[in-house]
């Protein structure tokens, strides 16, 4: 469930600085950057968990027809009715390839979206996670606070998390001074 939240605030890069400035315009270097890390990452995850199912399984691979990767480990899966849906974890492995490999190759929210989507069912099907949570952000700045330095005018405090299911599953929080004009 890490991985979900740290995709949750990764989409949600924005939310920081929407209390001070409204919705700010998307960071294109972000917006390339961080679905293509995570898509990459999601896919480790995926190749994690077949890794575990077959040692439960005690298939063994013929190393002429599967592969000791990614790509073996699906079609072996597939091909001993144990894995549905192969078509889709390879295309993922694939681009997955194509991100890893080769330059200017980018993956995009919706991507990443819909990766996240099918590894996510699979690793339920096999039992490694629960029910997907329903996700929600949110970000809350307190008032502004007086301090002793006469240097600042005040502190405020923010809170920034998410909730899964309505309950607090990770926060991250800091405070931010408000400097006087020290102009003479």
């Not at 679905?35 to 990459?40: K, Q, R, S």
């Not at 077949?50 to 079609?75: A, E, H, M």
């Not at 490999?101 to 991507?111: I, T």
Request: net charge positive; with cysteine.
């Amino acid at each position: 469930m890490v991985f979900l939240l740290e995709c949750e605030f990764a989409k949600e890069y924005k939310l920081p600085y929407s209390l001070n400035i409204g919705i700010p315009p998307n960071n294109p270097i972000l917006d390339r950057i961080l679905p293509t890390l995570l898509f990459i990452r999601a896919t480790g995850i995926l190749d994690e968990v077949l890794i575990d199912v077959l040692l439960q399984s005690k298939l063994s691979y013929k190393k002429k027809q599967y592969p000791d990767n990614l790509c073996g480990r699906i079609s072996l899966l597939q091909d001993n009715n144990i894995l549905k849906k192969s078509d889709g974890l390879h295309n993922i492995r694939k681009k997955r390839n194509i991100f890893s490999h080769e330059n200017n190759k980018w993956a995009s929210w919706e991507e990443l979206s819909s990766a996240i989507d099918l590894i996510d069912q699979t690793l339920h099907n096999f039992g490694y996670v629960n029910k997907r949570p329903h996700f929600d952000c949110f970000i809350e700045r307190s008032a502004l606070k007086s301090v002793e330095d006469p240097k600042i005018m005040g502190v405020q405090d923010y809170r920034c998390g998410i909730k899964a299911d309505g309950k607090l599953a990770m926060e991250f929080s800091w405070r931010e001074s408000l400097f006087r004009d020290q102009r003479d």
